[in-house]
């Protein structure tokens, strides 16, 4: 839904029905305490949705998209070191992929001695 809204030309009504259709499917698998628990653990993201959202229905669609889009990133952002290790076996990008974590771990390791 929210690609589609983006598709369309940031439409406002399905970006909002991707949001809700969101939090309703947050609330089918883990249940009304799980979803409190999981917003209440990460407040950057949080607040980036919720703030994001309100954009949306104001009317600034594409700064409100790219906030929600920060708070998605912050809620997953320790997901996706283990999505992109999974995708250092496709036979086309995985190299690359694996050169681009390689080049981070050295920064990293940098960074950590001084």
């Known amino acids: 839904?929210?690609?589609?809204?983006?598709?369309?030309?940031?439409?406002?009504?399905l970006i909002m029905l991707a949001n809700l259709l969101f939090l309703a499917g947050l609330f089918i698998l883990v249940g009304f305490s799980g979803t409190?628990?999981?917003?209440?653990k990460k407040i950057k993201g949080s607040l980036?949705?919720?703030?994001g959202?309100?954009?949306i229905i104001i009317g600034y669609k594409v700064i409100g998209t790219i906030?929600?889009?920060?708070?998605i990133y912050e809620f997953f952002k320790l997901y996706a070191i283990k999505f992109l290790?999974?995708?250092e076996w496709v036979p086309i990008i995985g190299p690359y992929i694996s050169k681009l974590?390689?080049?981070?771990?050295?920064?990293?390791?940098?960074e950590n001695k001084v």
Not at 67 to 71: A, D, E, N, T, W
Not at 101 to 110: A, E, H, I, Q, Y
């Open 36 to 40: 409190i628990v999981f917003f209440a």
């Open 101 to 110: 974590r390689s080049v981070n771990l050295k920064k990293n390791d940098d």
């Open 1 to 13: 839904m929210y690609g589609m809204g983006i598709l369309l030309f940031f439409d406002r009504a």
């Open 85 to 87: 290790s999974y995708f």
């Open 53 to 55: 959202f309100v954009f």
């Open 48 to 51: 980036a949705l919720i703030i």
């Open 67 to 71: 906030i929600q889009l920060y708070g």
